[in-house]
């Protein structure tokens, strides 16, 4: 029998993440002091699709560039996550030196609530349709 109590993460809900209450909380007090049903709160979410579109066109045509992504979380639907594939690290690190990389990050970090975190994942196996999709409004 166990002294404390232990948690087994295998798929169930498990403890919420200290970062995730905090950007939740940042973003319910904008929200609660400015609301959702103005043009404030849908230009801060058209701003940042749109600078994202940007930076992914000047993306197209660098040296290792192979595609990029703008996901958002079901259950966190003011959240953003950012999957750019590069064929290296150094291509990637290439275009993050490049002027107009540096020109959309000072435009997007002003429209983020809190920090951004860069995590790395190497490739495993991968499976795509035939065709090239684009889903979201039209540009």
Do not use: C
Not at 24 to 39: H, I, S, T, Y
Not at 63 to 69: A, L, P, S, T
Not at 98 to 121: A, K, P
Request: hydrophobic letters at 35%; aromatic letters at 6%; a negative charge.
């Amino acid at each position: 029998m166990l002294e404390r109590v232990a948690y087994l993460n295998s798929g169930t809900d498990g403890p919420v993440p200290r970062r995730g209450v905090d950007a939740a909380a940042a973003q319910m007090r904008l929200e609660l002091e400015d609301g959702r049903a103005n043009r404030a709160h849908f230009d801060r979410i058209i701003a940042g699709a749109s600078a994202l579109r940007e930076r992914l066109a000047a993306a197209k045509g660098r040296r290792g560039w192979v595609g990029g992504q703008l996901l958002i979380p079901l259950d966190e639907p003011h959240r953003r996550a950012v999957v750019g594939t590069w064929e290296s690290r150094a291509d990637w690190q290439a275009w993050h030196e490049d002027e107009r990389f540096l020109e959309s990050r000072e435009r997007m970090d002003g429209l983020q609530e809190d920090r951004s975190e860069i995590v790395w994942y190497e490739v495993v196996t991968e499976g795509r349709g035939t065709g090239t999709a684009s889903v979201g409004p039209p540009q």
